[in-house]
């Protein structure tokens, strides 16, 4: 069965809260965070970007379970904020964790669900055996332009999964994607950030896609939302994920472990795997997990994943040895708008 056979998360320590960014532009602080259900969010330092928050990711889950890199056969990174326009941080990932050159590695591009996408990949890759390890990631430095709602809860982070078959902790037992042609966001090239259909993001982008393929997932797999004891799903911000989950029957307590996105933000291709990654943080044998991401423009990736015994066995997996998401959220760095400003790269300097 294929499966992850080890994961890792990262999260810059950096975080400005929302109602700092209110301050500046003269919006109710208590109506965005209230209306959102966000109270922070995250940024990267100076020297961080995409390709460094999915070397970290990655190197955290190898921290966890050491392989043979020469048995890791296939690497494909998921970002809307990819460094190069043409250079892939795939490469640059496989070379920082010691795995190139027998390899293939690619870029990928789904908006906020490109990282599950390549979770897709690597389980067909290693399902055929062409490759023995697959690391899938997703990870982003969000953009939002000044002043814009995306500001506000637009962050940094991303998470890694390892697809094998041998020994998983987590077996995936299927998966299945609902896909249409729905323009709610996008950006062109050459433009510094995105842009978006407001209330149009909501009904007929994510709440039509999620629920498309969690109900698909549902039926296929012959379940209902009580069989499963954790659930994730795509967390732009609080209150979507809260509405889709009751809208398909799951309660509170099974998204709420996964739910990091009140003091994280929305971390765009990383936001369903690092939710996945909080999940798995205290998950036991035999617990039953659900994840659908979505990613605008527009699709959702659903998952029926099962946790095995080992999880807790230490001769094959360390959960302990690295960092946890609920650790990597704690004791942050607050700043103000200015130095976020900085961080973010929204002010231009002439040379």
């Given at each position: 069965?294929v499966?992850?056979?080890?994961?890792?998360?990262?999260?810059?320590?950096?975080?400005?809260?929302?109602?700092?960014?209110?301050?500046?532009?003269?919006?109710?602080?208590?109506?965005?965070?209230?209306?959102?259900?966000?109270?922070?969010?995250?940024?990267?330092?100076?020297?961080?970007?995409?390709?460094?928050?999915a070397?970290?990711?990655?190197?955290?889950a190898?921290?966890?379970?050491?392989?043979?890199?020469?048995?890791?056969?296939?690497?494909?990174?998921?970002?809307?904020?990819?460094?190069?326009?043409?250079?892939?941080?795939?490469?640059?990932?496989?070379?920082?964790?010691?795995?190139?050159?027998?390899?293939?590695?690619?870029?990928?591009?789904?908006?906020?669900k490109?990282?599950?996408?390549?979770?897709?990949?690597?389980?067909?890759?290693?399902?055929?055996?062409?490759?023995?390890?697959?690391?899938?990631?997703?990870?982003?430095?969000?953009?939002?332009?000044?002043?814009?709602?995306?500001?506000?809860?637009?962050?940094?982070?991303?998470?890694?999964?390892?697809?094998?078959?041998?020994?998983?902790?987590?077996?995936?037992?299927?998966?299945?994607s609902?896909?249409?042609?729905?323009?709610?966001?996008?950006?062109?090239?050459?433009?510094?950030?995105?842009?978006?259909?407001?209330?149009?993001?909501?009904?007929?982008?994510?709440?039509?896609?999620?629920?498309?393929?969690?109900?698909?997932?549902?039926?296929?797999?012959?379940?209902?939302?009580?069989?499963?004891?954790?659930?994730i799903?795509?967390?732009?911000?609080?209150?979507?994920?809260?509405?889709?989950a009751?809208?398909?029957?799951?309660?509170?307590?099974?998204?709420?472990?996964?739910?990091?996105?009140?003091?994280?933000?929305?971390?765009?291709?990383?936001?369903?795997?690092?939710?996945?990654a909080?999940?798995?943080?205290?998950?036991?044998?035999?617990?039953?997990?659900?994840?659908?991401?979505?990613?605008?423009?527009?699709?959702?990736?659903?998952?029926?994943?099962?946790?095995?015994?080992?999880?807790?066995?230490?001769?094959?997996?360390?959960?302990?040895?690295?960092?946890?998401?609920?650790?990597?959220?704690?004791?942050?760095?607050?700043?103000?708008?200015?130095?976020?400003?900085?961080?973010?790269?929204?002010?231009?300097?002439?040379?």
């Open positions: 069965m499966g992850i056979i080890t994961y890792g998360a990262y999260i810059p320590r950096y975080r400005i809260k929302l109602e700092e960014i209110a301050r500046v532009w003269g919006d109710n602080a208590a109506d965005i965070t209230g209306g959102l259900g966000v109270r922070e969010k995250s940024l990267p330092d100076m020297d961080e970007d995409t390709a460094t928050i070397v970290e990711a990655a190197r955290n190898l921290l966890r379970r050491d392989l043979d890199r020469d048995a890791i056969g296939a690497i494909y990174v998921g970002s809307e904020s990819h460094p190069y326009a043409v250079k892939p941080t795939a490469a640059t990932v496989g070379a920082a964790i010691m795995a190139t050159p027998v390899m293939t590695a690619a870029d990928y591009e789904f908006a906020c490109a990282g599950t996408a390549a979770m897709q990949t690597c389980m067909g890759l290693v399902g055929s055996g062409m490759v023995k390890y697959g690391v899938a990631i997703g990870a982003d430095v969000a953009q939002g332009a000044p002043g814009d709602a995306l500001e506000y809860t637009a962050a940094a982070g991303g998470a890694a999964m390892i697809i094998g078959n041998d020994d998983p902790i987590a077996e995936i037992n299927r998966t299945c609902f896909t249409t042609d729905t323009p709610d966001f996008w950006r062109r090239e050459g433009q510094a950030y995105p842009r978006h259909g407001g209330r149009f993001t909501g009904d007929p982008g994510y709440f039509k896609h999620v629920q498309g393929a969690a109900r698909m997932m549902l039926e296929q797999a012959g379940t209902k939302p009580s069989d499963y004891d954790y659930a799903f795509h967390q732009p911000n609080a209150k979507f994920p809260q509405r889709v009751g809208m398909l029957g799951f309660t509170k307590e099974q998204i709420k472990p996964g739910l990091v996105v009140p003091r994280l933000g929305n971390t765009y291709s990383g936001a369903s795997m690092v939710g996945l909080a999940t798995l943080d205290v998950a036991k044998p035999g617990d039953r997990i659900f994840v659908t991401s979505f990613g605008s423009g527009a699709g959702s990736d659903a998952f029926d994943i099962t946790v095995t015994d080992h999880i807790l066995d230490e001769a094959v997996f360390n959960r302990g040895a690295a960092p946890s998401v609920e650790g990597l959220l704690a004791n942050p760095i607050y700043v103000d708008y200015a130095r976020y400003a900085k961080h973010k790269g929204k002010i231009m300097v002439q040379k």
